[in-house]
């Protein structure tokens, strides 16, 4: 069968579901807390007695708070798991499970058909970790006689999560199991100044946000939620519902939202999701990469001669393994200036790849730009090298620094007009200026310092350059 298409036995996920997973839910921990997050528990219980009534053989959880590898989603390997509350004062509550190995492995060899890693290796933690223990103690109060599959979340785009869920759902159908998604997730961590992560506005937007999708099933507006509003909502589920929203890929859906609150400054949502009839033309990621192709499209229509010589480079390297070679009829700045520069990569708005040079090591700009696009796409140790078949999807942008300057202390910089090199012995760390999410000099040189490797307290000297940027 190749990917995409349907199976032709029955489809094994009957049900889907979205649960926050907040220890103080369990009575002995939160010993009365629980009361003020009631539509929560009265949600967890409906919950916990439908799936009794549906039966599953297996029940899958995605969990954020299990090992978590930038390129590969963890599957817990073994027959069986046990956990404990322990490190929330009551090891006396406890959750044992039994894994479903054949499921388990029909998962692993499936993803690989899509594109994406995930397997058994790399097991840090064999207990079962809080993002699963609190949903699975809410559902064996009513049904215990099942199996399940623990994968945790991954570094990875959400186009990959997607794509893990697709694979579980066929891994159902194939194996005949019948089977129950859990997407184990909380939302916003910054609802209230006075909460344990404090108040910022993307809090309230990114739970308005994700509570439209719950109610409607519009996971194409999932997939569409900037990356900075997920950044600055401190979340950690998002993740969790695009593999829900992929194991649901081209069905009919019925969504309901059972409860939302966040009185302790989370937001706790509980959904649940029916697959009904196929239905093509809820192809969601397909639309969505749809989407973002178009929108690399335009910008490429717009680049002037830095981005369009960036993003030459990389296609160049990637399709012919060799570096391009300095073109003619390049404007005379770009052949008879030298400068540091650096070049940056973005896929849906999301960072693909960043190298640069604090000053030039080339006789042109040009040969900078082209030498740089190349590292940012092949040799960012950060992300994977950058295949062919992404190249229509990148934009690219393009930093030409002038030379730094030293300065006597932060208060000759400037967040947003000045970049800062700071300097300590041998180590030295840069970053540009104007960045989202930085908004001072302080958080400015403590970020140049941390990726430099600088101690804290050590003497460091700092310089500053502008930037011309071509984005």
Not at 63 to 72: A, E, G, M, R
Not at 112 to 117: A, I, K, N, S, T
Not at 322 to 347: C, M, N, T, W, Y
Request: glycine letters at 10%; proline letters at 6%; hydrophobic letters at 40%.
């Amino acid at each position: 069968m190749k990917v995409g298409e349907f199976p032709t036995i029955d489809m094994g996920l009957i049900r889907a579901y979205t649960l926050p997973h907040p220890p103080l839910a369990v009575p002995a921990i939160g010993r009365g807390q629980e009361n003020g997050i009631g539509d929560t528990l009265a949600a967890y219980d409906e919950v916990s007695l439908e799936i009794a009534a549906l039966a599953p053989e297996t029940i899958v959880f995605i969990t954020p708070h299990n090992v978590l590898y930038s390129d590969y989603f963890h599957i817990s390997p073994g027959g069986k798991a046990h956990g404990d509350f322990s490190g929330f004062g009551v090891p006396d509550v406890k959750v044992d499970t039994e894994y479903d190995a054949e499921l388990a492995e029909e998962i692993t060899n499936i993803a690989v058909r899509y594109g994406v890693l995930a397997g058994e290796k790399g097991e840090k933690d064999a207990k079962l970790d809080h993002g699963v223990m609190v949903p699975m103690w809410f559902i064996n109060k009513n049904c215990k006689k099942y199996k399940s599959v623990r994968i945790s979340q991954s570094g990875m785009d959400p186009s990959a999560h997607y794509k893990i869920g697709m694979a579980i759902t066929e891994a159902a159908a194939s194996t005949g199991r019948k089977t129950i998604l859990i997407a184990s997730s909380d939302l916003s961590h910054k609802l209230k100044s006075d909460g344990p992560y404090g108040l910022a506005p993307e809090g309230r937007v990114f739970d308005e946000t994700i509570i439209g999708v719950l109610s409607s099933g519009d996971f194409l507006s999932l997939l569409k939620i900037p990356e900075r509003l997920r950044e600055g909502a401190a979340e950690c589920g998002y993740n969790s519902l695009m593999v829900l929203a992929g194991a649901l890929d081209r069905y009919k859906v019925e969504a309901r939202l059972l409860s939302y609150e966040g009185p302790f400054g989370v937001g706790y949502a509980i959904a649940s999701f029916i697959p009904g009839n196929p239905d093509e033309s809820r192809d969601i990621l397909a639309q969505f990469e749809d989407e973002v192709l178009h929108r690399a499209r335009g910008k490429r229509d717009s680049e002037d001669n830095y981005r369009s010589l960036a993003r030459r480079s990389l296609e160049y390297a990637v399709i012919n393994g060799r570096e391009l070679p300095v073109p003619d009829g390049l404007p005379d700045e770009l052949i008879r200036k030298r400068a540091g520069v650096f070049v940056s990569l973005h896929k849906n708005e999301r960072l693909r790849g960043c190298i640069g040079t604090i000053s030039a090591t080339t006789a042109s700009i040009a040969k900078e730009i082209i030498e740089n696009a190349v590292k940012a796409g092949l040799n960012d140790p950060r992300f994977d090298p950058v295949t062919a078949s992404e190249l229509p999807y990148l934009t690219y942008k393009v930093d030409v620094l002038s030379d730094a300057e030293p300065v006597s202390g932060p208060g000759e910089l400037d967040v947003k007009r000045y970049g800062v090199i700071v300097s300590s012995g041998y180590k030295r760390g840069l970053l540009l200026p104007n960045l989202d999410g930085v908004d001072t000099v302080e958080e400015q040189i403590d970020i140049a310092r941390r990726k430099a490797g600088i101690r804290e307290n050590a003497p460091v000297s700092l310089e500053r350059f502008e930037v011309v940027r071509h984005e």
